[in-house]
């Protein structure tokens, strides 16, 4: 008997073959390095709190990673990065919010103003920095016939 297999489930494996492929490209060393650089103000890094937040600025970082990796076969068809971020932007606004609530609440930072903008600031420079990273190297493969 033949195995019947759905479109869903071939784009899927499709889909986790190419975020394999885009993450063998990534360095956990400079996402660890980019986590002390973007919070450094906001809490310490050396204490296990410290060490949880970081945990899940990684994931997010991993996340908006994959997701400008997702995105960039829009670039290398000639739209610009700006129309691209655009059409991605409620992702990336979720995965903002996210890490924004992640971190105020295990970093018990209370509503104090000021702090609480600049760190959105600091984690809204955080994600699109990191989508950057995964639309240039997602884009980099395509034109190198890689995806």
Known sequence: MNVITTFKEKRKEKQIKYERKMLRELSLEDLKKSVAESFRSFFKMDTILGSAIEEGCLDIAIEAYLLGAKYSKFGYYGESV????MRCYRFEKNLIDALYEFI???GHIGDQGFV???LYYACEYY???WWTEGFQKGEKRHRLKLH
């Open 127 to 129: 994600v699109t920095y």
């Open 116 to 118: 609480n903008e600049s």
């Open 104 to 106: 105020c609440y295990w």
């Open 82 to 85: 700006e129309d691209v971020r």
